[in-house]
């Protein structure tokens, strides 16, 4: 099994192809996909990544560091709810067929991904392995259920 | 004025305790920004976004997109309503908001489609500023004005 570093550094490019394939759906203004796949990212994202983040990844961190919420997971958590915001928004423009308001959206969302995503790659996931009593390996495995129930829809 | 690790604090506004500042006007409506540390926090803006005229909003939805080299987010409205007026000239120079973001970088006015209802999810006064206090030191903020 992978590394969880490595896990969570490939989920980052799974979900970004993910979002980009959304991306492309609206260009072609094929609405139903574009709904369908926004979701899909938005429960891989929100319900796999972020979740895993927040209950166990952040927390064996801040354990590590042994000061709390550290201002890099505050941080991190804030991203996470920021973009919330910002999905519901996609899938509202998605809903009312509204490619520049999509688009917008998509621009600031994308921003936000790629510094949150180096932020998390260089300073929080290359230390996890040491965070983690069990090196990672049951959020590794969350990781790996969560992708294997997506496989089954 | 309160000032807190170099940020301004005006005590007169009403605030989300995150990145928006909100002022009532004479005649119902609000007036909203972004508080110092939040542009401290974006960098040097280089693009703004602002919802047009007429575009009505739920609580929470953002009213405008920022986006610097370093950071990107939005500014949500803290109540349900409809934009009647936006400060174009972020459009145009979006660092401008990180020059005077509590006067002429104001960002949008907004009129709440309930005006009774539209300051209870704001703060305002000495707790309002213990709060964003508490705000500048869980993300680490240490504030700088731009000066052009």
């Known amino acids: 099994m992978s590394s969880i570093d490595q896990i969570m550094q490939h989920d980052h490019e799974r979900l970004d ?10 260009q072609e203004s094929r609405w139903q996909d574009a709904a369908g796949l926004l979701e899909q990212f938005r429960r891989g994202i929100v319900e796999g990544h972020m979740f895993v983040e927040e209950t166990m990844l952040f927390p064996a961190f801040e354990a590590l560091e042994g000061d709390g919420e550290h201002s890099l997971t505050a ?11 910002f999905f519901q928004e996609m899938a509202e423009a998605i809903e ?13 969302v994308q921003t936000i991904l790629r510094q949150h995503d180096a932020r998390e790659e260089a300073e929080l996931y290359p230390h996890l392995a040491d965070a983690m009593p069990d090196h990672g390996a049951a ?15 | 004025m309160s000032e807190f690790q170099g940020c301004q604090l005006p005590e007169d506004l009403h605030y989300d305790l995150d990145y ?16 110092d540390p939040a542009q401290t926090m974006s960098g040097r803006l280089q693009k703004a976004r602002i919802k ?10 953002h009213v405008a997109t920022l986006e610097s080299g370093k950071w990107a987010g939005g500014v949500p409205v803290p109540f349900a309503g409809a934009v009647i007026a936006r400060n174009d000239a972020l459009l145009e120079n979006p660092h401008l908001i990180n020059i005077d973001p509590y006067g002429d970088a104001w960002i949008a006015r907004v009129r709440p489609d309930d005006p009774a209802t539209a300051l209870e999810r704001l703060h305002t006064g000495p707790d309002a500023v213990a709060a964003l206090q508490a705000w500048i030191k869980r993300y680490d903020v240490q504030c700088m004005r731009c000066s052009d």
């Open chain 1, 17 to 26: 192809a993910l979002l980009e394939a959304c991306a492309t759906a609206v």
């Open chain 1, 75 to 85: 941080l991190l958590r804030k991203g996470h709810q920021d973009l919330r915001v």
């Open chain 1, 96 to 108: 009312a067929q509204d490619a520049e308001e999509f688009n917008d959206f998509l621009s600031t």
């Open chain 1, 139 to 153: 959020a590794a495995q969350r990781m790996a259920d969560g992708q294997g129930e997506k496989g089954h829809e």
């Open chain 2, 20 to 35: 928006v500042w909100a002022r009532p006007e004479e005649d119902g409506t609000f007036t909203i920004g972004v508080t």
């Open chain 2, 52 to 61: 047009k005229v007429g575009t009505h909003l739920e609580a929470g939805r």
